[in-house]
C-alpha cells in the first residue's frame, strides 16, 4: 500500500482499466478543453471581426491558431526527441511514440494560458520548455517533477516580463467595443481584472476598496463570471471551468477535492481580508472574496493543472493538504507577490513539496482517533493558520502604514 501511494502517477486499477484507461482520462480532458476553446475564439476571433473591430481574417482565426501551434509544436519536440535521443526510427512508430505519451496536451494548455495576440514564438519555446526540458528530460509521462505547461509558461512570462502585458493591450483594443456593446458601460479597463485590484491597493489604503473601483470597468462580477473581460484564453470563463470540472469529476478524470479545497481556502481568505478591513458590501464585502476567485485563471488552474495526477499527491488526504497549501500561496503571492497573478507560481512552489506531502499523507492515513495522528495534523493546520493570519495582516490598512513609515525611514 506504501508503495502505491507514493509511486508515479497517473496509474489505475486494472479491474476499472477497460472503463477509464489513461487514454481516455486524456481524451475526456481534450473534451472538456474545447468549450473554453471556442469560447476564446468567438470573444477574441469571431466577435471581433463580426463587430468592425478588425478586418484582418489573420485575428479572425488567431486564438484557434494559438491552440494548433501549442499542440503541433509539442507533438515534433517530442517526435524529434523520440528519434534523435531513443532511437525510435520510422514515422509511424514516432507517432506513435508521440500518442502515447499525449504530448498535445501540455501545448494546449500552454496556448490558453496566453491572451489570444501572443506572439507565436512564444508558445513555441514554452511547447519546447515544457515538453523537452522539464518533461522528457526527466524521463517523460509520468516523471516530471513539475507541470510542463505551467513551468514553460513561467519561464517565457518570467524572462520576457512586458510580452504578456503588451498583448493583453492589444486584445483589449479588439474586444473594447464588444464588450462596452454587451455590457452597456461607458469604459472597459484594458488591463486584466487583477492589475486592476493591486493598483488600487497600494499606499495607506492597501486592501480597502470598493465594488464600483474593482467591478465597475468590466460590467460587474457577472461579466467576470460570464467571461466577458480581458485576459488569457483560458481563464476567461468561469462557468464554462465549472462545467469542466464537473464533467472531469463526472468522469473520474480528477479528484474533486483538489479544485475545490483549492477554490474555498483563496475565497475564505479573502473574505477575512475583507471583513477585517472592513471593505463595503453585504455580508461582510463578499464581493472582495468573489471578486478574487473570478479573476485570473484560478479556475483554469485549478481544473486542468493542479489536478494533474502526477505532480500532485496520490493520497486522498495529501491532495487536500496540497489543495489547501496552493490556494494559500495564491494568496500570499498575489497579494503580497511582484506578480499579480499568483496562481501558477503558487503551484509550481507547492509541487515542490509533493513528496513531502505523499509521505506525510501516507503515514498518518489512519483514523484520526490515533494521537500521533491527531497532533501531526494539528501542529500542520496550526501552521497554515499562521500563515493565513500573517496574509490578513500583512493586508490590513495599519500594515501598509507600516510599511510607508519603514520606507520613509529608509
Not at 481516455?24 to 469560447?39: E, G, R
Not at 474586444?175 to 454587451?182: D, G, S
Not at 497579494?335 to 509541487?351: D, K, M, N, Q, R
Not at 493565513?388 to 500594515?399: D, E, F, H, P, Q
Amino acid at each position: 500500500m506504501r508503495k502505491f501511494l507514493l509511486d508515479k502517477g497517473p496509474y489505475l486499477r486494472s479491474v476499472d482499466e477497460k472503463s477509464n484507461s489513461t487514454a481516455k482520462m486524456m481524451h475526456n480532458l481534450l473534451i472538456a478543453m474545447i468549450p473554453l476553446v471556442l469560447f476564446a475564439w468567438v470573444l477574441y476571433g469571431i466577435l471581433p471581426y463580426v463587430n468592425g473591430t478588425t478586418n484582418n481574417l489573420y485575428y479572425l482565426f488567431r486564438p484557434l491558431v494559438n491552440v494548433l501551434i501549442g499542440a503541433l509544436s509539442s507533438m515534433v519536440f517530442e517526435g524529434l526527441y523520440f528519434f534523435l535521443f531513443k532511437g525510435v526510427r520510422g514515422f509511424k512508430n514516432v507517432l506513435e511514440e508521440v500518442i502515447y505519451s499525449f504530448a498535445e496536451i501540455p501545448g494546449i494548455i500552454i496556448a490558453l494560458l496566453y491572451p489570444a495576440t501572443i506572439p507565436f514564438w512564444a508558445i513555441i519555446l514554452s511547447c519546447f520548455i515544457g515538453n523537452i526540458i522539464f518533461k522528457m528530460l526527466f524521463g517523460g509521462l509520468g516523471y516530471n517533477i513539475f507541470n510542463p505547461a505551467a513551468v514553460g509558461y513561467a519561464v517565457i512570462k518570467t524572462c520576457f516580463p512586458t510580452m504578456v502585458p503588451a498583448a493583453l493591450l492589444e486584445q483589449a483594443s479588439l474586444i473594447e467595443p464588444i464588450i462596452k456593446a454587451l455590457s452597456n458601460i461607458s469604459f472597459v479597463s484594458s488591463a486584466t481584472p487583477l492589475v486592476t485590484m493591486e493598483g488600487f491597493a497600494t499606499g495607506a489604503t492597501k486592501y480597502i476598496m470598493t465594488y464600483s473601483e474593482c467591478c465597475d470597468s468590466y460590467g460587474g462580477l457577472l461579466n467576470l463570471f460570464l467571461g466577458f473581460k480581458n485576459g488569457t484564453m483560458g481563464e476567461i470563463s468561469i462557468v464554462l471551468c465549472i462545467l469542466a470540472c464537473a464533467y472531469l469529476i463526472w468522469k473520474k478524470v480528477i479528484n474533486w477535492r483538489v479544485p475545490v479545497l483549492y477554490v474555498a481556502t483563496v475565497f475564505g481568505i479573502t473574505w477575512l481580508i475583507a471583513i477585517v478591513n472592513g471593505i463595503e458590501g453585504v455580508l461582510g464585502g463578499i464581493w472582495f472574496p468573489t471578486f478574487n476567485v473570478c479573476t485570473g485563471g484560478m479556475f483554469f488552474c485549478a481544473v486542468f493543472m493542479a489536478t494533474e495526477p502526477v505532480t500532485t499527491p496520490k493520497s486522498v488526504h495529501g491532495k487536500s493538504i496540497f489543495a489547501i497549501a496552493v490556494g494559500i500561496c495564491t494568496v500570499l503571492f498575489r497579494l503580497h507577490g511582484i506578480f499579480p497573478e499568483g496562481t501558477l507560481t503558487a503551484l509550481l512552489f507547492v509541487s515542490l513539496f509533493t513528496p513531502f506531502i505523499d509521505k506525510f499523507a501516507s503515514a498518518n492515513r489512519s483514523s484520526f482517533n490515533d494521537k500521533k495522528n491527531f497532533f501531526r495534523y494539528l501542529i500542520l493546520s496550526i501552521g497554515f493558520a499562521c500563515i493565513i493570519a500573517y496574509i490578513v495582516y500583512r493586508a490590513t490598512g495599519s500594515m501598509a502604514i507600516t510599511d510607508m513609515a519603514c520606507m520613509e525611514v529608509f
